[in-house]
């Protein structure tokens, strides 16, 4: 994870310098979104540096 974006990227790196990179951010808040709704868990506690936040996943309105 980016400290300076907070982006998620895969790829690789030498020296802890990252010569390749793909941001998948999308693909991980969307995946853990799909497994929250799999098991019927739809508000969640999230703890950030900045303090606790109440998250709660609802369906969009058509």
């Not at 793909?22 to 950030?48: F, M, R, Y």
Request: charged share 25%; proline share 3%.
């Amino acid at each position: 994870m980016s400290p300076l974006t907070h982006r998620i990227y895969i790829g690789k790196a030498k020296d802890g310098v990252a010569t390749s990179k793909q941001d998948v951010t999308a693909q991980c808040i969307n995946g853990a979104v799909a497994h929250l709704i799999a098991i019927g868990d739809t508000e969640i506690i999230v703890n950030l540096d900045e303090g606790r936040y109440r998250v709660k996943i609802t369906p969009e309105a058509a």
